[in-house]
């Protein structure tokens, strides 16, 4: 069962790995496209919840449902940021900046949920931030983007605020988690979009695909995946081989879109994972799986 449960996992970071490939033959704006993945991806879940008789609690939970409102939202800001980031500076980049998130949150920890910064957490904290300035101090004037940059970053922020409302949401957990949290980002975006042009955008022909695969497969069927193994994998397994993610999008980013990254930023992106993982690895205490809905 751990072994199946594993195959899914890995094949739902692969999926979120090839979010920027599959973006990148979308002639849509950022946040359009955004909308149009968070709408198919909530109907899918919606069905997927429904088709497996799942229970709703969240009614039952008004301050934790209020605090997952806020992740929706927030993962709905941090996705745009970072579909914005993947036109100007490229998947590889935007990825390894998105990924600084989780440690974001790692360092706020003390504050924000009472845990002790350890000295491995601080060595990973410091090998991250270190990863961060030799992979943006080596930004080629071909790549070099200050919006761009600004929105990899953002992407990152709003990715943090995204985990630390849901972990503050803990009861309401798995598919429903997903599933509210999927269509609170696609409100969310749909209101963005009215706001800013005042009305919604049709896809081209040739974008369909692109977005059917990028809403079905990679945001509904990986999503289902994702959440259907978490509760059979140990904590320590999730967050290790969550790291496939980023390191399929560097390596996806080479194959397909022939981003190359320079000596330094390969150093670089090792440190910001080689940082991120050590962090995670060294808890004293482990932790439960993370509900978090990754990208």
């Known amino acids: 069962m751990k072994k199946l449960a594993f195959v899914k996992y890995t094949l739902a970071m692969l999926l979120f790995g090839s979010n920027g490939i599959v973006a990148s033959y979308i002639g849509l704006s950022s946040y359009e496209i955004v909308l149009w993945r968070t709408f198919i991806g ?6 997927i919840f429904k088709l497996s008789k799942g229970q709703t609690c969240f009614w039952r939970e008004k301050r934790q449902f209020a605090f997952l409102i806020g992740s929706g939202v927030a993962m709905a800001a941090s996705w745009m940021f970072l579909f914005e980031a993947y036109r100007h500076i490229g998947v590889s980049l935007s990825s390894l900046l998105y990924y600084c998130g989780p440690v974001i949150v790692m360092a706020l920890s003390p504050l924000l949920f009472r845990e002790k910064l350890t000295w491995t957490k601080t060595l990973g904290f410091l090998a991250v931030i270190g990863g961060v300035l030799l992979v943006n101090g080596q930004i080629t004037p071909e790549q070099r983007s200050q919006w761009g940059i600004f929105c990899g970053l953002m992407s990152a922020a709003t990715y943090a605020l995204m985990i630390i409302c849901n972990k503050k949401a803990s009861r309401i957990t798995g598919l429903e988690n997903a599933m509210l949290q999927m269509s609170i980002s696609f409100l969310a975006v749909l209101l963005f979009t ?25 945001t509904g069927g990986g999503g289902f995946l994702y959440f259907s193994s978490l509760n059979q994998l140990p904590a320590q397994t999730v967050a290790v081989c969550g790291y496939l993610e980023l390191v399929s999008a560097v390596i996806f980013a080479a194959i397909f879109l022939r981003e190359a990254l320079s000596p330094l930023q390969i150093i670089g992106a090792l440190l910001i994972i080689g940082g991120a993982m050590l962090g995670e690895c060294c808890k004293t205490k482990p932790a439960p799986a993370d509900q978090t809905s990754p990208a």
Do not use: F
Request: no cysteine; aromatic share 0%; net charge neutral.
């Open 42 to 47: 909530a109907l899918l879940l919606t069905a």
């Open 194 to 218: 009215l706001l800013r042009q005042g009305h919604l955008t049709r896809p081209d022909n040739l974008d369909l695909l692109p977005l059917l695969l990028l809403g079905v497969l990679n």
